[in-house]
């Protein structure tokens, strides 16, 4: 598969994963995550859709598969855990943000996983 379509795959996947797991789960499984609006989780998956975009073409092919998911898994929670200092009002224990990273980071995983094999084939 050639690079933009690799890219726009990679896109519809993230723009419909990300938004789900940021802005719903603290909704079914609050763990003490509370956020002071909904500008939070959609500024949340704007950044880690932008970033994973790049890092997924440049990082992966680089560092591999266990280790590119680990390296975007650790700077999601981190980022999600740091958000709740820049967005007044916003709550988001460490716990949370360790659950929410492990869910992006499954589902980013089994990303990987194509989209690596979709470089190898080009």
Do not use: C
């Not at 950044?47 to 990082?59: M, P, Q, T, W």
């Not at 992966?60 to 650790?74: A, D, E, K, M, R």
């Not at 460490?94 to 980013?108: H, S």
Request: charged content about 10%; overall charge positive; aromatic content about 18%.
């Amino acid at each position: 598969m050639d690079r933009s379509r690799r890219v726009g795959v990679n896109f519809i996947f993230k723009i419909s994963y990300f938004p789900l797991i940021l802005y719903l789960f603290p909704k079914h499984f609050p763990l003490g995550i509370f956020y002071s609006s909904w500008v939070v989780p959609f500024l949340l998956s704007v950044v880690f859709i932008g970033i994973g975009l790049a890092a997924d073409e440049i990082i992966l092919p680089l560092f591999g598969l266990v280790s590119s998911t680990i390296q975007g898994g650790l700077f999601m929670i981190t980022f999600t855990w740091l958000s709740q200092f820049l967005f007044i009002g916003s709550r988001i224990p460490l716990l949370g943000a360790l659950v929410i990273g492990l869910f992006l980071g499954i589902g980013e995983f089994f990303m990987h996983q194509r989209i690596l094999s979709w470089q190898r084939a080009d």
